[in-house]
């Protein structure tokens, strides 16, 4: 089975980040990111271009880390853990010794939260299938549920999903603000081979629509 490496790519999320480096990362970047994934390009601090604003669902919510993500149409139920950047300013991935794991990129909007909030999982890894290997099997209209730590649920409707190759990979347009709660989940995608890894990134994209309150 193939190792994703897609992780090494997503860096256009820095943008929008502070200028501190002391992150310090609960998990580790993909092994064999740059050997099977070309690198991530360079850290770039500019502001991100906005995008175009479009009506809000729902309020946005306030700040709290997420702690599990339900996909109802693909039958996934995962826990959610932290991530950061590793020393080149790339997002790190969940260990591989967790394939069920989903990674949520901790220095960016909680899933609720006003901004582009970003989920991270593996398609597979050299054991076998990880959590986001039907990811691509999506379509507008599904859901996503995201429980977070304040016990709500924040339900997400997917607007569209797509696959970008590694060289025309819309930062701007993956992790911009449209002005409501947005989130993105992405896995790899694409072809692949074992000199090069994944060629190219599926997203998905998806926008805040209700909330849903556990019962004390």
Known sequence: MTLCVTFSLVTGIVRAVSDSS??????T?????????GGAPPFRRAPHKPQEKVPASHAPLVHSRPVKVAIPAIYIE???SGLGLDTKGRLGAPPLSKPKLVG????GPSPGEAGTSLLVGHRDTATGPAI???L???RRGDTVKVTRADRKTAVFTVDEVK??????FPDDKVYGSTG???LRLLTCGGRFDKKHGYAANVVVFAHLTSLKKKAA
């Open 22 to 27: 002391d992150d310090a990362s609960p998990v």
């Open 29 to 37: 970047a993909a092994r064999g990111s740059d050997a099977a994934g």
């Open 78 to 80: 995962a826990p959610v």
């Open 104 to 107: 949520w990129y901790r220095k």
């Open 132 to 134: 986001f290997l039907n």
């Open 136 to 138: 691509n099997a999506l």
């Open 163 to 168: 696959t970008y190759t590694k060289e025309k």
């Open 180 to 182: 409501r709660p947005e």
